[in-house]
């Protein structure tokens, strides 16, 4: 690592890069035409952001987008790399810090992001640079038009210009011996069967939304939403099944660029929705060729999804910006999606319930101490693959397989051949998802399988009353997450207990598992988008001890409408269903805390549990009698 950072700050060094200048090149009407910003040469580069993103901002990337990775030696799915000739700085938040630390190098700084003290990368960028008149740099295709703008305002007191890298290859690629390359994936397409709405009736709702903010068409890059919008899935990026792709929607066409294994096949298919199908490397070139041919039009472009490169390839006088209406709609899943996520679930909760009685037989055997968290993690993903069958088609993310304090790693990832083995003296933490035809799945269970201590009991049971303060409540429709993230934190503050991370995010139906837009954090959401019927989330508060333990429960759940409920003010409350169908270890739970409405919720959910789970383990009988114990009524 420390050579590849020694050849970067080589390459940064030099000052026969090109460069875009930014400085008043980001405005949504600025009235400068694409291409008519200054280009810079001759100026070494004072910083460069290596951060996680592609060019479509995912969350999970390919292994050819793992840039960040590469240079820092940090495998954390969210994080931001900045590099200078003499240092070398990784943000990340709360979610990581246990991880950065252990896997980033001496040379490396960790900025623990949101922590009191610790600057954004913006202020410190503005405080550093400051008084050194040079250029700190970004890659246009990998930075978001928000993330720019927020970089440009911190440094325009400043003498450092923020530029971006004009018709040059990213400088972490030329380090790079022996980056992957992209693959092609063949595109599956889903049938209504799945979806419940056709292609071409999605592109007239988008179409209308479209209109309905004032525009003429709409520029897509996030993978998920062009996914969710064709009706197609791929395997470009793994554990999420997208294809790398852009794609542009006018009010009578449509175009999707993409470079598929079966290309002519994908544009036969979509062709009756007039959709024409052309190479991924068209799109910039594409979309500047529609904008000269359309002067006096307007094209809808999300700042917060959108990359630098594609948001100059539309004249500033054409630009109109707004959240994607492509978020919102797929935000909200149809009756048919939400049912096959119900279905997923149980097949998912099956498989839970047989890998969680394994573990109880090989720990009764006295052999649980004869397996590591990586090889439970393979047994766990064949329960889920010999019980789903053709429906299975891969996990949803890496498993967190944790014993003992790895569980306080908040997204920890066991390494093969090099993780502990399992032990009957310490808490098992296991977060794991699965990818199936009709749903995806996410669902956290946090076990013991000797004699958990009065202390773990006790924070167990704080973090279940979170869980089920969340899983309970009522509310109006259309809220903020932030309001009802405090619901479930409420229970652990009680007893001085918090965790680091939101307690819910949207979950994509057979799509990405964070499904952007929907937010349940004491974070403000950067897409704006509000709590409301038909949105799948998760339900995941937990407690963690650095060096001791770390639990955490989670389920997904359904926003639906609380018809219980008569307003008299003729306002519609919603509440949630909780679709996740995987018992609670009732041998964590200290009873002296749990009110009599928790006990009713949790033994309401075993019961249902029970009756969808039974059908499908009648014929495991270890199984089986594990999920009848498990369920059995708690009394107080």
């Known amino acids: 690592m420390t050579e590849k950072l020694r050849e970067l700050r080589a390459l940064l060094s030099r000052s026969n890069v090109q460069l875009l200048s930014l400085r008043n090149n980001l405005g949504a009407k600025d009235g400068a035409a694409a291409g008519s910003a200054e280009i810079l040469t001759g100026k070494a580069l004072q910083a460069f952001v290596v951060d996680t993103a592609d060019a479509h901002q995912s969350e999970y990337v390919s292994a050819a987008n793992k840039r960040r990775e590469f240079i820092s030696g940090f495998t954390g799915s ?45 202020e410190w960028a503005a405080k550093h640079l400051d008084g050194d008149s040079g250029v700190f740099a970004i890659d246009p295709f990998l930075t978001s038009v928000a993330a720019a703008r927020a970089l440009a305002n911190a440094l325009k007191e400043t003498k450092v210009e923020l530029a971006a890298l004009h018709e040059a290859a990213n400088p972490v690629d030329l380090v790079w011996t022996g980056r992957p390359l992209a693959g092609k994936s063949k595109v599956q397409f889903l049938s209504d069967k799945y979806t419940g ?29 062009i996914a969710w919008l064709f009706n197609i899935r791929g395997s470009d990026v793994e554990f999420n099944p997208v294809v790398v792709s852009y794609a542009i929607v006018t009010q009578d066409a449509a175009t999707l660029f993409l470079d598929a294994a079966n290309a002519d096949e994908v544009a036969r298919h979509l062709s009756p929705s007039h959709v024409t199908c052309k190479p991924y490397a068209a799109a910039l070139e594409e979309l500047a060729a529609y904008a000269a041919a359309h002067r006096g039009q307007t094209i809808l472009v999300d700042p917060v999804q959108c990359n630098v490169a594609v948001f100059l390839a539309i004249p500033a006088a054409m630009r109109k910006e707004a959240p994607s209406v492509v978020m919102a709609h797929k935000a909200i899943k149809s009756a048919v999606e939400i049912e096959g996520m119900r279905q997923a679930h149980v097949r998912d909760g099956a498989a839970l319930t047989k890998f969680f009685s394994w573990l ?43 014993i003992g304090a790895n569980g306080a790693v908040i997204h920890y990832k066991p390494k093969r051949g090099a993780c502990p083995k399992l032990s009957t003296a310490a808490l098992y933490l296991n977060d794991s998802g699965a990818q199936y035809l009709d749903g995806t799945t996410d669902v956290t269970r946090t076990l013991h399988f000797g004699e958990p201590t009065a202390y773990e009991k006790a924070c167990f049971t704080r973090v279940l009353q979170g869980h089920i303060a969340l899983a309970t409540a009522v509310f109006p429709d259309k809220i903020e ?32 598992v964070h499904e952007k837009g929907v937010l349940l954090s004491f974070r403000l959401n950067p897409n704006g988008l509000l709590i409301q019927d038909g949105m799948i989330l998760s339900n995941e508060p ?95």
């Open 78 to 122: 969210s994080g931001a790399a900045l590099v200078t000739p003499d240092k070398a700085l990784l943000w990340t938040d709360g979610r990581y810090f246990l991880q950065a630390e252990q896997e980033l190098s001496a040379e490396w700084t960790l900025m623990k992001a949101e922590e009191p003290g610790v600057p954004t990368i913006e």
């Open 197 to 225: 709405r056709s292609v071409a009736a999605k592109l007239a709702d988008v179409r209308a939304a479209v209109q309905a903010k004032g525009a003429d068409a709409i520029v897509l890059t996030a993978l998920d939403d």
């Open 360 to 402: 109880e037989s090989e720990a009764a055997g006295g052999r649980l101490g004869d397996w590591d968290e990586v090889q439970v993690a393979d047994k766990q993903q064949q329960f889920r693959e010999q019980l789903a069958g053709a429906d299975f088609v891969s996990l949803s993310f890496d498993t967190i397989s944790s």
């Open 481 to 512: 997450g932030v309001k009802l993230d405090a619901l479930a934190r409420a229970p652990l503050w009680r007893a001085g207990l918090d965790y680091r991370h939101g307690t819910g995010h949207g979950v994509g139906a057979f799509l990405n």
């Open 542 to 636: 937990g407690y963690y001890e650095n060096g001791n333990f770390g639990i955490r429960i989670e389920s997904l759940m359904v926003v639906k409408q609380a018809t219980h409920l008569a307003s008299p003010l003729n306002k519609k409350f919603c509440t949630f269903e909780t679709i996740t169908m995987a018992p609670i270890q009732q041998k964590l739970i200290d009873r002296s805390l749990l009110t009599a409405d928790e006990a009713a919720w949790l033994n309401a959910y075993h019961q249902e549990v029970r009756a969808k789970l039974t059908p499908l383990l009648e014929g495991d009988a270890h199984a089986y009698a594990y999920l009848v114990r498990e369920t059995q009524p708690l009394v107080l």
